[in-house]
């Protein structure tokens, strides 16, 4: 099983590093057609970290087999992500939700000294490995879920599918 992980400073200017490191690390694996998904994924989940836990978090990617991913980010903070519901002119709140539509599972694991939020992306039935989706994903329709009134209902991870843990080697 393939894995990779680096751990970056708490701040903001290293989330763009984190999802330049999973996408090096996709089109390395031959696995493009999950790219897109997964560093917005982590984007967002490095974005959390340099906000909210305020400490440095530790990127790992796993290549669970011919069809799955599974992208971690984990933080030293023991405070764990809640939706929030914010009005339609925030700039934020919307992160959990995004996580809904894209991955195919998430959720939060406490660890010892932390959490660590994952996210399992599949490739779709039928797509072979390294196949490029020829659909265009289109990002007005899923930002439209969110409503624009601030009052569609906000996904939990309790709601999430559960997804199996994975083995990651140290």
Request: one cysteine or more; aromatic letters at 6%.
């Amino acid at each position: 099983m393939r894995h990779a992980e680096v751990t970056l400073p708490g701040q903001t200017s290293s989330v763009p590093t984190a999802r330049r490191f999973v996408e090096s690390l996709l089109s390395a694996w031959g696995r493009p057609e999950l790219t897109w998904a997964a560093a917005a994924c982590v984007s967002e989940l490095a974005a959390n970290c340099a906000l909210h836990a305020r400490t440095a978090f530790t990127v790992r990617v796993v290549l669970a087999d011919d069809r799955r991913i599974r992208v971690e980010v984990s933080d030293g903070s023991r405070r764990m992500p809640a939706p929030r519901d914010y009005g339609p002119q925030a700039t934020t709140g919307r992160g959990l939700r995004l996580l809904d539509q894209l991955a195919s599972g998430w959720g939060v694991d406490a660890t010892d000294d932390g959490k660590s939020v994952w996210v399992l992306l599949e490739t779709a039935v039928g797509q072979r490995p390294g196949e490029q989706d020829e659909a265009v994903f289109d990002l007005e329709a899923l930002l439209a879920g969110y409503g624009e009134d601030g009052d569609s209902p906000a996904p939990s991870a309790s709601t999430a599918p559960a997804a199996p843990a994975l083995p990651v080697a140290a």
